[in-house]
């Protein structure tokens, strides 16, 4: 009966042993130099050569004709450890016999002698040992007779007792990487004479993932099959494909015809997770990259389309899922989930999604100013944009607050588009920001000029400021059931205090007070952008001060604030000298201390707490 690959050529001298060169090197010279350790702790993943590295660690110790720390590979010792008969070679599994009893069976034939120089004891698997036969294994391994050699393999060295390993030399093994394992694979094939089929090695190295007996066993099963069984690789592509997209639909659709022919969802969302950490490391460290060639480029144009934060989200995602998974009395839904999550980030409710959102935003306002450059004039301003409001030339008589209306009109779309803040009071001039507002002002200097034909205006989605305007009990209504429920729950904290004075050329939207007002200022654009979408127009929006209620701290403050904002009237002389006789004492107020400081902050609520 023909042997599997993996078998066939499973190394027999340390120089056989692929990918583990700082190993093999320390075992050899130490057999050259008749220095060997009485005890050695190999750890390491599946497949890498632990167990094939303690044999050929026995072969060398018994062997009649050592050459550089190497097994001759033909005395009759050498030839019995290959077979599995060697009387000096004695194996044990513990994770079938790791109880007390099967260590004292082990521990008792420590001391009887064999026929070669040195008798070597393996256990596999030695991190299921239980603490009974662990402890029951101290004693021995500590002080074993002087012709015994302990070789402990492991894939969990972590959960074997730190007594056990301080009492051993420690070697780690190392998956192999893929250009290495392919090219191991590359040369089993040719040596055993077959016939490979088109792209059966860097499947071989993607099933493998590092480990040099899976990928053996791997390409197995492809010269069993005479081609290559893509189908798990393709369920993986077109579920990462969607997740790369953001297409829900298509990543539900995936899953659910993998589950449908028989893949498990834990298996899916394992073998999605090793295609995110893939994408993950060609973002960041490509040469980490555990892929053939032919896939590297691939998942590296993926792993850029879906970008670096969302990768790490998604294997946050997942990995939640895959915990949530051995409690799920279905498996499919809580993959299901996870997926829709990836892929809608608005229906993630994760800090992280959240700062995936807050960098989308970010991106979109730096792309903003530029979206505006077709349009640029070759003085420096901005063509008028289809949605940019009419402004009015100013009427005879109206004087500078007027030319002050015009210019905050005809410059908000530009200045908004940048920062988002309105200058509401900036007096017009002609600055290089503001070309268009420099006109208006220009004619208040002087006197009126004579009425000229106006040109006909361009089309425009928003009709001239006047009373086509939403009325103030229109946008009352509106405000409350529509707009202010559409808002970022942030905006909606900020703006849910305003009320509606007025409508004249623009919505006056009054806030408690000026400090209120500046940073409610910054997330103008937002709240018209959803007026606009209620209305079907635009609704320019201007915020004043809410006057009708008691003044700010800020305004107590800055006098001239206040007085900017009230309108003209008289302002109080900093100079002038006050007769303290003529003061009189105001009366006592009734309110609390803490009555007193909830209103200078609107909105806030008292909590007791219990």
Not at 181 to 204: C, F, N, R
Not at 221 to 226: F, K, N, R, T
Not at 368 to 375: E, M, W
């Amino acid at each position: 009966m023909a042997q599997s690959l993996y078998r066939r050529y499973r190394p027999q001298r340390f120089g056989e042993v692929r990918g583990q060169d700082h190993v093999m090197a320390a075992l050899r010279n130490s057999v050259r130099d008749d220095s060997v350790n009485h005890a050695y702790l190999f750890s390491g993943p599946r497949g890498t050569g632990k167990t094939s590295s303690a044999r050929i660690l026995a072969k060398a110790l018994n062997c009649e004709a050592v050459v550089d720390g190497e097994p001759c590979g033909r005395c009759a010792s050498c030839q019995s450890v290959e077979a599995g008969s060697s009387l000096d070679v004695l194996e044990m599994d513990a994770a079938s016999h790791g109880g007390v009893d099967d260590v004292r069976d082990l521990v008792s034939r420590v001391a009887l002698a064999s026929p070669g120089r040195t008798k070597v004891y393996i256990v596999d698997e030695v991190h299921m040992l239980t603490t009974g036969a662990s402890n029951a294994l101290l004693k021995t391994l500590e002080e074993p007779p002087p012709h015994v050699v302990f070789v402990l393999a492991t894939t969990d060295p972590q959960k074997v007792l730190a007594t056990i390993r301080s009492r051993t030399q420690h070697f780690e093994f190392r998956l192999l990487g893929a250009d290495l394992l392919a090219e191991h694979l590359t040369w089993v094939a040719a040596d055993a004479g077959i016939t490979l089929p088109e792209h059966a090695v860097s499947h071989a190295v993607r099933q493998g993932r590092g480990s040099a007996r899976d990928a053996l066993s791997a390409l197995d099963a492809v010269i069993a099959a005479g081609a290559v069984d893509d189908e798990n690789d393709d369920v993986v592509d077109r579920l990462f494909d969607a997740v790369c997209q953001r297409d829900p639909g298509a990543a539900l659709v995936a899953s659910a015809r993998a589950t449908a022919a028989g893949h498990d969802p834990r298996e899916l969302a394992d073998r999605l997770v090793a295609r995110l950490r893939d994408a993950f490391l060609s973002l960041l460290a490509p040469e980490l990259v555990e892929l053939a060639v032919e896939q590297r480029s691939r998942v590296a144009d993926q792993a850029a389309t879906l970008g670096a934060a969302g990768v790490v989200r998604a294997l946050d995602v997942l990995g939640e899922a895959l915990q949530a998974m051995r409690e799920a009395p279905d498996t499919r839904v809580v993959l299901d989930v996870a997926l829709v999550r990836i892929t809608r980030v608005e229906l993630d409710p994760s800090p992280a999604a959240l700062v995936e959102r807050i960098e989308r935003l970010e991106r979109g306002a730096r792309v903003a100013p530029g979206s505006a450059a077709p349009g640029a004039t070759p003085g420096g301003a901005s063509g008028a944009a289809d949605d940019a409001p009419v402004v009015p030339s100013a009427p005879p008589g109206s004087g500078r607050a007027a030319a002050r209306q015009a210019a905050d009109a005809a410059s908000r779309p530009a200045l908004g588009a940048v920062t988002g803040r309105r200058p509401a009071t900036a007096e017009p001039g002609p600055t290089p920001a503001e070309p268009a507002a420099a006109e208006p002002a220009a004619a208040e200097t002087g006197p009126p000029a004579a009425p000229t034909a106006a040109p006909p205006a361009a089309p425009t989605s928003t009709p001239p400021a006047g009373g086509a305007l939403p009325t103030r009990d229109e946008l009352t209504m509106a405000w409350a059931d529509d707009v202010l429920p559409s808002l970022r729950p942030l905006l909606r904290a900020m703006f849910s205090v305003g009320r509606f004075t007025s409508v004249t050329d623009a919505a006056e939207l009054a806030l408690p007070n000026e400090a209120h007002r500046e940073k409610c200022l910054l997330r103008v654009p937002d709240v018209e952008a959803v007026l606009a979408a209620h209305f079907g127009r635009r609704v320019p929006l201007r915020l004043v001060v809410d006057r009708g209620q008691t003044a700010s701290i800020d305004d107590r403050a800055r006098p001239e604030t206040a007085t900017a904002t009230r309108g003209p009237g008289p302002v109080a002389d900093d100079d002038e000298q006050i007769d303290l006789a003529d003061t009189t004492e105001a009366p006592p107020d009734p309110r609390s201390d803490l009555e007193q400081l909830v209103e200078h902050f609107p909105g806030a609520e008292i909590v007791e707490r219990p």
